[in-house]
T-cell receptor
């Protein structure tokens, strides 16, 4: 069975600081990987995804993530966060033809 | 605008009562899903349906029931057998396969009186 681990449950950063949120998964075969974001009071929405090809994927609002197959990781990064990035971030994995499994989420709080 | 609507936004359940959460989509998506979101536990799959008149149990189906009589509708009933129903419930859809990008509704928060 596949699983996803998000190591950071709550992250507090000042504006302009760099962000890296960890995501590790367990599945032995081909995977589709996702980061979703839930801004306060808004729908959960896709931030970025990796299906195949270039392991460095870029998403909305300056976010990017790198798929490192050897480390089973798909960490989310942003060079300089803004107050508007305050949200909860979920990593998700779908291995083979299995359903999507979500991580437990990371709450990011950006202090102006 | 295409999207997913969920109603009501807040729902209160009394002891021993069944309640039904509505989910409607106009995206013409084949597959629909129900998740439960609890603090610190992420999203857990309750039920999903990949085609009309067919649905499958997810990881935490006990105490819940669904129907899929129309492509655009996937209501979830929280039965009295669900002993801990207080949570945020999210409906989602994908064009076809489960591995695709999911589109989410705004959610329904269920509270027990």
């Amino acid at each position: 069975a596949q699983s996803v681990s998000q190591h950071n449950h709550h992250v507090i950063l000042s504006e302009a600081a760099s962000l890296e949120l960890g995501c590790n998964y367990s599945y032995g075969g081909t995977v589709n990987l996702f980061w979703y974001v839930q801004y306060p009071g808004q729908h959960l929405q896709l931030l970025l995804k990796y299906f195949s090809g270039d392991p460095l994927v870029k998403g909305i609002k300056g976010f990017e993530a790198e798929f490192i197959k050897s480390k089973f990781s798909f960490n989310l990064r942003k060079p300089s966060v803004q107050w508007s990035d305050t949200a909860e971030y979920f990593c998700a994995v779908a291995g083979g033809y299995q359903k999507v499994t979500f991580g437990t989420g990371t709450k990011l709080q950006v202090i102006p | 605008d295409g999207g997913i609507t969920q109603s009501p936004k807040y729902l209160f359940r009394k002891e021993g009562q069944n309640v039904t959460l509505s989910c409607e989509q106009n995206l013409n998506h084949d597959a629909m899903y129900w998740y439960r979101q609890d603090p610190g536990q992420g999203l857990r799959l309750i039920y999903y349906s990949q085609i009309v008149n067919d649905f499958q149990k997810g990881d935490i189906a006990e105490g819940y029931s669904v129907s899929r009589e129309k492509k655009e509708s996937f209501p979830l009933t929280v039965t009295s057998a669900q002993k801990n129903p207080t949570a945020f419930y999210l409906c989602a859809s994908t064009p076809g396969q489960r591995q695709e990008t999911q589109y989410f509704g705004p959610g329904t928060r269920l509270l027990v009186l």
